[in-house]
């Protein structure tokens, strides 16, 4: 794991902590898999220089020691302020995917559904006969259904065809 990922990493966690008064950040660098008690502190060091957390006590047997978000370390995670520093919040790898959405807000538009193809993929699909005969039977009660279809509808903009 790389510096800004652990960092945003642990700026994320100690938001979600933001609450409680004290926060144990041993606890928190070790949910992200950093052990290492130099990288704990040179990270928590960058951290605290740039005002994005407040270190109270660093007692032994903890190298992340306890403390604080501070109220700046908050608007930065919010996005309500520019990084101080670089970070990331959240890395996601999305590989053999289609019609994925990511992002908040963000809207995905379905004109219709051919159920002529769905019934092709049923058919191609690695199933028994009667799955297969049970599943046509199963869509065929969902298109022909007045309250599903007009759901159908209103939900996918379009209609099923």
Same mark, same amino acid.
């Given at each position: 794991?790389?510096?800004?990922?652990?960092?945003?990493?642990?700026?994320?966690?100690?938001?979600?902590?933001?609450? @409680? !008064?004290? #926060?144990?950040? %041993?606890?928190?660098?070790?949910? *992200? $898999?950093?052990?290492?008690?130099?990288?704990?502190?040179? &990270?928590?060091?960058?951290?605290?220089?740039?005002?994005?957390?407040?270190?109270?006590?660093?007692?032994?047997?903890?190298?992340?020691?306890?403390?604080?978000?501070?109220?700046?370390?908050?608007?930065?995670?919010?996005?309500?302020?520019?990084?101080?520093?670089?970070?990331?919040? @959240? !890395?996601? #790898?999305?590989? %053999?995917?289609?019609?994925?959405? *990511? $992002?908040?807000?963000?809207?995905?538009?379905?004109?219709? &559904?051919?159920?002529?193809?769905?019934?092709?993929?049923?058919?191609?699909?690695?199933?028994?006969?009667?799955?297969?005969?049970?599943?046509?039977?199963?869509?065929?009660?969902?298109?022909?259904?007045?309250?599903?279809?007009?759901?159908?509808?209103?939900?996918?903009?379009?209609?099923?065809?």
């Amino acid at each position: 794991m790389q510096d800004d990922e652990i960092i945003g990493g642990a700026l994320k966690l100690m938001h979600d902590d933001r609450y @409680n !008064s004290m #926060t144990d950040f %041993g606890k928190i660098f070790a949910s *992200l $898999g950093v052990t290492d008690e130099n990288v704990i502190r040179g &990270i928590q060091s960058r951290m605290k220089q740039k005002g994005l957390i407040d270190v109270k006590a660093q007692p032994v047997g903890n190298p992340g020691g306890y403390g604080a978000i501070t109220d700046y370390g908050i608007e930065v995670f919010e996005g309500k302020v520019p990084k101080p520093m670089p970070m990331i919040f @959240n !890395s996601v #790898t999305i590989s %053999g995917s289609s019609n994925v959405q *990511l $992002g908040q807000g963000n809207t995905q538009n379905v004109s219709s &559904i051919d159920v002529g193809k769905l019934n092709a993929a049923i058919d191609g699909a690695t199933a028994t006969m009667e799955e297969k005969a049970e599943a046509k039977s199963l869509l065929a009660k969902l298109v022909s259904n007045p309250l599903l279809k007009g759901l159908w509808e209103k939900w996918l903009g379009g209609g099923l065809g």
